[in-house]
């Protein structure tokens, strides 16, 4: 699926086949909610997709309703960057909204879509409400409308911005390379320590 306004869709291959750490965060009317930990291997993936260092977002990991799943096309198991990947692959938002919509704290409150594996392409997460009928892989899902929202400031972030002074925010926290391993054990004792050059 290539088209003048729909660049093609690139998958990002990774030889990670561990289920990502976890944490079950709450209950509520059946529906358990888990922290999922973005892995050293999942911020290297996302650091290459969105073309910035992803700790810049200050992010470790994202909520979600029910455990991570493996593929059943390539066995890879469902990750945050899947959301992101089909985000930008079926033209729901660019790279620069996205990345603002997480350093302002704004995952997950937006449009909910059907995520697809960043790796296959073959659907990897519904919605939950079947809006979108659930395409089996990302080529039969095709693009979805951009929507526009308010971002803190009140601007609008998804369309074309009027150039308007810099907004002046605390220093990002950066560790060195990333905080978690693979395991999801922390390689720093407490948030915005630099992770040492032996682990």
Known sequence: MTTESNPPIEFLPTSFRQCPPTRLISEEEGRKLYLWYITEDEYLRLSKLLRRDFQETGMGGTNVCGLPTPCRGCGKYTEFIDWVW??????????????????????????????YCSECGLLAARTGDNREGGKPDIFQAGPLERFTYPSFDGTKVGKPERSRKPVESEPSVTWGKWWLDNTGKPLVAKYGDKVSDSE
């Open 86 to 115: 089909t985000a930008l692959a079926r033209g729901v938002h660019s790279r620069e909204f996205m990345f603002k919509a997480l350093i302002e704290g704004r995952q997950g409150v937006e449009t909910s879509h059907d995520a």
